[in-house]
């Protein structure tokens, strides 16, 4: 593993916005499709084909596991500066789909994100 994406290094930055935050609540209580939320986030430039697919090939539990761990954090930060993106991924580049589990990291739930063949070995 490298360096994480782009796209979660910046979407770790918007996330420390309590305004941000805010609205991500509110477009996760809507179910707002995640690349859109990366679109309406103005970083969708930072979200190659191979990511963009593999976001699109997300199964409906991997999303609610984001969202459940999304929505979790902001509420444990209130509008506090204290949040973090609540998603484990170390992955430097996608290079086909991936895999998103459930975590526990010190107490606060994570979406863990990882290759996909990793998951079934």
């Known amino acids: 593993m490298g360096p994480p994406l782009a796209a979660v290094r910046r979407a770790e930055e918007v996330f420390a916005d309590p305004d941000v935050r805010e609205l991500l609540l509110t477009w996760h209580a809507q179910k707002l499709p995640l690349l859109e939320m990366v679109d309406r986030l103005g970083f969708s430039q930072l979200v190659d084909p191979e990511l963009r697919a593999a976001i699109e090939g997300l199964g409906p539990e991997e999303v609610a596991i984001i969202r ?39 107490g606060r739930s994570v979406a863990r994100v990882t290759p996909e063949q990793e998951r079934s070995i």
Do not use: F, N
């Open 68 to 106: 459940a761990a999304v929505v979790e954090e902001i509420d444990r930060a209130g509008t506090s500066g204290s949040a973090t993106l609540p998603v484990d991924c170390g992955i430097a580049k996608v290079t086909g789909p991936v895999s998103v589990t459930a975590a526990d990291v010190d």
